[in-house]
């Protein structure tokens, strides 16, 4: 993880010009760095600490991991888009982002609704929970950043600003 936010900026901005077998080696690198520290024996019951102070158990990191690829692949723009991912991953990707969002004072209570019924409970604790529906895809990208939220449908107003990740 970056020390803070302003050396993870920094960090990209640096290392984003770089040629590509760079970057590809840098990719490997890093793949195989933390395969080795994930195959290592660990409490893997431990909490850990991710951006911007979240934690979570140190046996959720794998699932991160796939998260910051699948969702970097995205964001190249090389024509890969959040439909492309598989159902499981979004299924995740929502479950976590709606536990990050989960309790947080700057959001109402919201009651997030996919095709097919599955729901998801997430933001702060007052009122009843708003009810927001939409294709999964377009509700994960809504939740990390990378969609506004126009193709959801929110009952009782506009959707709600969401707080930084």
Same mark, same amino acid.
Request: charged content about 30%; overall charge negative; aromatic content about 6%.
């Given at each position: ?23 590809l ?6 793949d ?30 794998p ?33 976590f ?10 959001? #109402?209570? +919201?009651?997030?609704?996919?095709? &097919?019924? !599955?729901?998801?409970?997430t933001?702060?604790?007052?009122? /009843? *929970? @708003? $009810?927001?529906s939409?294709?999964? #895809?377009? +509700?994960?990208?809504?939740?990390? &950043?990378? !969609? ?8 009782? /107003? *506009? @959707? $709600? ?5």
């Open positions: 993880m970056y020390p803070d936010a302003d050396t993870r900026d920094a960090e990209i901005e640096r290392d984003a010009a770089r040629r590509l077998d760079v970057q080696g840098d990719v490997r690198d890093t195989a760095r933390f395969h080795r520290v994930a195959e290592a024996p660990a409490d893997w019951a431990r909490t850990v600490t991710l951006r911007n102070g979240v934690t979570d158990v140190a046996a959720r990191l699932f991160r991991r796939w998260g910051e690829i699948e969702l970097h692949h995205v964001d190249l723009g090389i024509g890969r888009d959040l439909e492309d991912l598989s159902e499981e991953f979004v299924t995740r990707e929502i479950e982002l709606a536990e990050r969002f989960a309790g947080n004072p700057d959001l #109402p209570a +919201l009651a997030l609704t996919a095709p &097919g019924g !599955r729901t998801w409970n933001g702060g604790t007052q009122d /009843g *929970p @708003l $009810p927001v939409g294709p999964a #895809p377009d +509700l994960m990208g809504w939740l990390s &950043g990378r !969609r506004d939220g126009a193709a959801l449908k929110c009952e009782g /107003g *506009p @959707l $709600p600003a969401l707080p930084p990740l």
